[in-house]
């Protein structure tokens, strides 16, 4: 493999390109990878670096994003920083995106791991971009108005500003969108353990990111990684040591499969640990309901407290959806009391939740944050000392008979 360290990206005869915001508001731009229509949620992202990782994350499914960073395509596309699958392998990863929004698309690409150019990346995966417009004005105003319905369109598609709308306000709302079935994996695969296997553990994928998996195998851990639509007796067939909920896109009031399933996980009293998606999950078993939030949490920079400790973590998060906050800090149910655990220093909004005999946990941002901070990275490790405790030894070579009594 032979790095492009500085390739140049062509940008003469750009074509005309419109961002449309559901309430009327038009951003001109010129278009860049595919040419065309895409629909999607407006969010906007405050990351400065990771736009690959940002790109490839299932969570962004039916979103179109906007960057804050004002010059985008820098570094490049590599086959390694992908957080999806692309036809079962990394590959650079599958972009979930719908469509892109920047200021400025990078002249030229220049990394030693740059393998080919955002460009050629999003023209080879059909997404529509648009550059050249004022990110700054669109952020300010997604922030002021909440996160909305919008569209790119470019090439034959850039017709008259009404149809253009009418076409945007048409899409469904993210609010009771069922999207974790349509990026979750069709078959479960495993994913091997660096080392000898410690401990092994069922994965729901609601949206998982590759990293995730990644954290978990240095760790010792084998992951069965399992569609969104498994069953406890799917889970239980493995023999697990423990659960995982992944992150994933959509509205968590539709998950109701996926907290059924995380009932039934806790009532075996398997070990539990959740993100992101997962943590909504979780929260809504144990009593509590989710809401939509105005414009969500999406960057690399946002600071979480544990309550507990007073710590405080910065941390990377995509979720335009949130545990509503119960009326007392901690509060009982049929798997013994409960608790929030995190909280965001920004706006308060909840970032954590577990029952307080520490046989269950999540939270709402990433510490498998492949493209970020490593603040929370000890989670995972969290996350094995509890395997640790409930198997007796801790070396149970992959299965669940520590925990079960049986050898």
Known sequence: MTPHNGTTVATGGRHPAALVLEDGRIHRGTAFGATGTTLGEAVFTTGMSGYQETLTDPSYYRQIVVSTAPQIGNT???????????????????????????????????????????????????????????????VRHIRDL?????????????VDDESMLATVRSQEPM???S????????????????????????????????NTPRMLTARGVRVHVLPSSSTLQDVLDLD????????????????????????????QGIPFFGICFGNQILG???????????????????PVVEKATGK??????????ALRAPESETWETPWGTATVTHVCANDGTVEGVALTDGSA?????????????????????????LLDSVAGDGADNGSAHSRKGSN
């Open 76 to 138: 490049g596309w590599n086959d390694e920083d992908g957080e999806s699958l692309l036809d079962g392998q990394n590959g650079g990863g599958r972009i979930w995106v719908s469509g892109l929004v920047i200021r400025d698309l990078s002249r030229r690409a220049s990394n030693y791991r740059s393998e080919r150019t955002l460009e050629d990346e999003m023209l080879d995966q059909g997404i529509v971009g648009i550059a050249g417009v004022d990110t700054r004005a669109v």
């Open 146 to 158: 909440g996160a909305m319905k919008a569209g790119i369109f470019s090439g034959a598609d850039l």
């Open 175 to 177: 609010a009771g969108a």
């Open 179 to 210: 999207l974790a079935e349509v990026v979750s994996t069709d078959t479960a695969y495993v994913v091997e353990p660096e080392g000898p296997a410690r401990h092994s553990v069922a994965a729901l994928d609601l949206g998982i990111k590759t």
């Open 240 to 267: 697990v040591d423990g659960v995982f909920l992944s992150n994933g896109p959509g509205d968590p009031a539709t998950a109701d499969a996926a907290v059924h399933l995380t009932k039934e996980v806790l009532s």
């Open 284 to 302: 809504r078993a144990l009593g509590l309901e989710t809401y939509k939030m105005r414009f969500g949490h999406r960057g690399i920079n946002i």
């Open 312 to 321: 405080v973590a910065i941390t990377s998060q995509n979720h335009g959806f």
């Open 361 to 385: 946990f999540s939270v709402q941002y990433h510490p498998e944050a492949a493209a970020g901070p490593r603040d929370a990275a000890d989670l995972f490790d969290r996350f094995v000392s």
